[in-house]
């Protein structure tokens, strides 16, 4: 069955530094999401992408954060300039055709900020 | 006005027993409602969803109840399982945006 994959597993860095999360979704694809979810906390989403634009944006998506889709299969968050509250789990989410379609998740990225 | 409220925070259910999660939200556009499953160190993954245009939707042991005027729904898991020991989380979504927006999850426990 397909499925959504996330680079890396866990990711350590220190405050300040720029981290880049990589997500390969679902090959026939087509809308792309970025969820975080705090330890313990509920899953907030981030970013929604289509057709190599944002489609939505959570205010929590400031200008510290950035989607691109550099090929036809990765699709990147990067955090320019780390904080420790960025310190959460990151999902990346696919789905096939509309916003109400199944989005599939992947098994996240662990990011902790020092 | 986008809030999902989910409830209770944890749930302690004995094997073979019905585990009920209820969700409530405010937004009248939302018309998608899924409910996702997390194992710890997963992702979350879809295990039912409703539109607003049924009351009830059944999935072998998984239920969802669907109240529109009382903007409710509910997840009911029958002959609950060991295995189903999980975090729940529902959520909503509507047409105008792509974001699900989700409720604060329920920690379950299936005791054999």
């Known amino acids: 069955e397909p499925e959504v994959t996330q680079t890396p597993s866990h990711q350590v860095t220190q405050m300040g530094q720029e981290v880049i999360l990589r997500c390969v979704p679902i090959?026939?694809?087509?809308?792309f999401y970025w969820y975080r979810q705090i330890l313990g906390q509920k899953v907030e989403f981030l970013v929604s992408?289509?057709?190599?634009?944002?489609?939505?944006k959570s205010e929590i998506f400031d200008d510290q954060f950035s989607v691109e889709r550099p090929d036809g299969s990765n699709f990147t968050l990067k955090i320019r300039s780390t904080k420790l509250e960025d310190s959460a789990m990151y999902f990346c989410?696919?789905?096939?055709?509309?916003?109400?379609?199944?989005?599939?998740f992947g098994p996240g990225t662990r990011l902790t900020v020092l | 006005q986008q809030q999902v409220k989910q409830s209770p925070q944890s749930l302690i259910v004995q094997k073979g027993g019905i585990s009920i999660i209820n969700c409530a939200y405010e937004?009248?556009?939302?018309?998608?409602f899924p409910w996702y499953q997390q194992f710890p160190g997963k992702g979350p993954a879809l295990l039912i969803a409703?539109?607003?245009?049924?009351s009830e939707k059944k999935e072998g042991r998984f239920t969802i109840s669907f109240n529109k005027s009382a903007k409710q729904f509910s997840l009911h898991i029958m002959d609950s399982q060991p295995g189903d020991s999980a975090t729940y989380f529902c959520?909503?979504?509507?047409?105008?945006?792509?974001?699900?927006?989700f409720g604060g999850g329920t920690r379950l426990m299936v005791k054999p």
């Open positions: 409703i539109r607003p245009d049924v």
């Open positions: 989410a696919s789905s096939e055709i509309q916003s109400t379609d199944t989005q599939y």
């Open positions: 937004n009248t556009a939302f018309d998608y």
């Open positions: 959520a909503a979504s509507h047409n105008a945006g792509n974001m699900l927006t």
């Open positions: 090959s026939n694809h087509l809308y």
């Open positions: 992408f289509y057709n190599n634009e944002i489609s939505e």
